[in-house]
């Protein structure tokens, strides 16, 4: 797929994240020569045509006080896996949820939600409540804890003449 010039432009503009600014799509219009209204038609329009797959915020969890992510793992019934995966998602405290396949026998779990906290403890607390919903459903759980922010990154373009 050949990407356009100008929608090139706008997404390198993009990539390194919008401007913390109160109108960051006008900030982008400007550096571009493009009208506000463009910028975002374009966006829409790269995201309708699949070449990039959300425009959302990447925080820094640690910076906002949460020091406990943690990605809790579920090992739940296939049948039931997406009903309640939509359910998990749902849920206020989960800032993202999906399903993968397991891994036997090495890693039973096909459902991921994370979860953050200032403690563990926090974390924990959260955690019961997805359990509680989940509920016999439940085969096996458990929470992985980060200790550093890994990729925070979306799309990068190639340098200048590369496909």
Same mark, same amino acid.
């Given at each position: 797929?050949?990407? $356009?010039?100008?929608?090139? !432009? *706008?997404?390198? /503009? ?9 109108? =960051? ?55 039931? $896996?997406?009903?309640?995966? !939509? *359910?998990?998602? /749902? ?9 993968? =396949? ?55 373009? $190639? ?5």
């Amino acid at each position: 797929m050949s990407i $356009a010039t100008q929608d090139r !432009a *706008l997404i390198k /503009a993009c990539q390194a994240g919008l401007p913390l600014v109160p109108e =960051p799509y006008a900030q982008i219009a400007d550096q571009l020569d493009m009208a506000q209204v463009d910028v975002m038609n374009r966006l829409e329009a790269l995201l309708g045509q699949g070449v990039i797959r959300r425009v959302g915020i990447a925080p820094n969890h640690y910076k906002l006080g949460m020091a406990a992510n943690g990605m809790t793992v579920w090992d739940i019934d296939d049948a039931e $896996a997406e009903e309640l995966g !939509a *359910l998990v998602g /749902a849920m206020e405290d989960v800032t993202h949820c999906y399903l993968r =396949p397991r891994k036997r026998p090495v890693w039973p779990y096909n459902l991921f939600a994370m979860l953050h906290g200032s403690t563990r403890d926090e974390v924990e607390e959260k955690r019961q409540h997805i359990l509680q919903l989940l509920g016999p459903a439940v085969r096996a759980h458990d929470v992985l804890y980060s200790t550093q922010i890994l990729k925070k990154t979306g799309l990068r373009l $190639a340098s200048k003449g590369a496909t």
